[in-house]
């Protein structure tokens, strides 16, 4: 009798489907670099919004429909961008509290204004594979930072997507879709990167 109720609460939990966690890697950096960094104190706050962004999604297709996916943005977010302003200056500290007049000669603020994941499963005649979009945009804002005035808003954005073979075993696994995001995040690295490694946060000559 114990073993037919352990049996009914495993396949109760099966036919509900799966909720899974995961976070995307925090080792994606920008490639560029700058020959001279600049030498600005640089201040860089990241918003309650971007630092906690998380992710969920069910799959747009029947196939896998039962499973849930968490994707935690947060962490590799801040880890990117923060690499991304430290390939253009060499005095950067990252900030918990938007910084007041005078702590830097200069601030950005990173603020997330959209996101976007879709996972499908596409069944096939050999094989089933698992596919994603993403899609992240964010706002960086520059500063004075003797007076905390804003200077200019840049959009930058970064997309990604990804196509795995998802037959087997591990077909339903949340790494069978983080490539995606990996990627999208890489080229919003990248972007960040060389705008500030070609001056978008330093005054204008004559200012």
């Given at each position: ?8 609460i495993i396949g109760s939990f099966i036919l509900a489907g799966c909720i ?170 990248e972007i960040v990167s060389n705008l500030l490694i070609m ?9």
């Open positions: 009798m114990r073993n037919i109720l352990v049996i009914l899974h966690f995961k976070e995307v890697s925090t080792n994606i950096a920008p490639t560029a670099t700058a020959p001279q960094k600049y030498t600005a104190k640089m201040g860089v706050y990241f918003t309650p919004r971007l630092r906690n962004c998380m992710v969920t999604r069910k799959p747009d297709t029947m196939y896998g429909g039962a499973h849930e996916y968490n994707y935690v943005w947060g962490p590799s977010l801040v880890a990117a961008l923060t690499k991304s302003v430290q390939s253009a200056y060499a005095d950067v500290k990252v900030v918990n509290e938007p910084p007041k007049p005078g702590d830097f000669e200069r601030v950005l603020v990173f603020d997330l204004s959209w996101v976007d994941l879709v996972v499908e499963f596409v069944p096939g005649y050999l094989r089933q594979e698992a596919k994603a979009k993403a899609l992240i945009k964010v706002n960086m804002e520059v500063y004075d930072g003797k007076t905390i005035k804003l200077l200019k808003t840049m959009p930058v954005e970064g997309k990604g997507s990804s196509l795995k073979d998802a037959s087997g075993f591990v077909a339903y696994a949340s790494m069978q879709f983080t490539a995606a995001m990996e990627e999208a995040f890489q080229q919003l690295s001056g978008a946060a330093e005054p204008r000559k004559g200012t």
